[in-house]
């Protein structure tokens, strides 16, 4: 076994081992530091000489796809391996940084059972959520910062749904984090030409009852999921913004008008991670029926406010 493949299955172990999400190399001039994070807080756990940073670098970007060769632009990759009975996928990403490469990688346990029972210790929200998934039609928008968990809920409420009965379902991913049976999924390839908003074209002429949208991007994605929504599909999507009336905002500011808004929208699910003897839970925050409709016309009033004022205006 060659060095970088030993220093590959040390790191990753400890990763698992230590029921970390996440490891960074991040280079300096003479040495690379490697962080862990754990229950949400980066930690430093070695570092190493740059000279073996680079070689283990170059290791897992081949064996995740990438070019090993390209040093100039931003990369994304995956891979997998078994540990033990466990079945983990890696997704890794590197970027240029002042003093060479810098590599992210975040552990997927494939094994992990996303169910709406595991989300929460919170009875009320668990019972929220499972009332979402009896829906036919409309837009569910999931909200919080990076590694809140919003696609784990996504997964669990996927689940809920293919269990209550037989519909088709269909998500586009961007990467797919866990493969299941049960659903269609597309792996969204920008390099390729198949973007979100293209994938949603396709998998739209495939007759879904409900489309999973890994994330809303751009404008051309958003008005495709309003529309999706509006005509007789259930979709669920997220947005990164820490509070549910910035999801509204965020759509507005795509081009959505509140007419559009109050069509297609049922809910709007805030979340973030809280500590808890179990581990790391979801703590949830509810946006529906009057309350929301009362808050897209509040976004719409400031967002008329906002184009009436003159440029060098401020409040």
């Known amino acids: 076994m060659g060095l970088c493949m030993k220093m590959f299955i040390h790191y990753f172990k400890r990763l698992f081992l230590e029921c970390s999400t996440d490891v960074h190399f991040h280079p300096l001039k003479e040495q690379t530091i490697v962080y862990f994070r754990k229950q949400g807080v980066l930690l430093e756990h070695s570092r190493l000489p740059r000279k073996l940073s680079d070689k283990l670098i170059a290791h897992l970007k081949f064996q995740s796809g990438m070019d090993i060769g390209e040093r100039r632009m931003p990369q994304d990759g995956s891979l997998s391996f078994q540990f033990g009975e466990e079945h983990v996928a890696i997704r890794l990403s590197t970027m240029p940084v002042t003093f060479g490469e810098r590599l992210a990688a975040r552990l997927l346990p494939l094994s992990n059972q996303y169910q709406i029972e595991t989300l929460t210790t919170d009875v009320n929200a668990k019972k929220q959520l499972q009332q979402f998934c009896t829906l036919t039609h409309g837009l569910i928008l999931l909200t919080g910062p990076t590694g809140s968990g919003k696609t784990t809920t996504m997964y669990a409420l996927l689940e809920e749904v293919s269990n209550d009965q037989l519909r088709h379902i269909i998500s586009v991913e961007d990467p797919i984090e866990k493969p299941n049976p049960l659903y269609t999924q597309l792996q969204v390839n920008e390099q390729a030409g198949l973007s979100y908003a293209n994938a949603l074209k396709a998998a739209l002429r495939h007759d879904p009852d ?64 809280v500590t808890h003897p179990s581990g790391r839970v979801a703590s949830y925050q509810f946006l529906s029926g009057e309350p929301l409709l009362l808050q897209i016309a509040r976004c719409q009033e400031q967002n008329l406010l906002d184009h009436e004022l003159p440029l060098g205006t401020y409040v």
């Open 210 to 273: 409900v489309l999973m949208i890994g994330e809303v991007r751009d404008e051309i994605t958003a008005k495709i999921a309003v529309r999706a929504a509006m005509t007789g599909h259930l979709v669920l999507t997220s947005l990164h913004t820490r509070h549910p009336a910035g999801a509204l905002v965020r759509l507005m500011e795509f081009g959505l008008s509140a007419n559009y808004l109050y069509e297609s929208v049922v809910a709007v699910v805030s979340q973030t991670l």
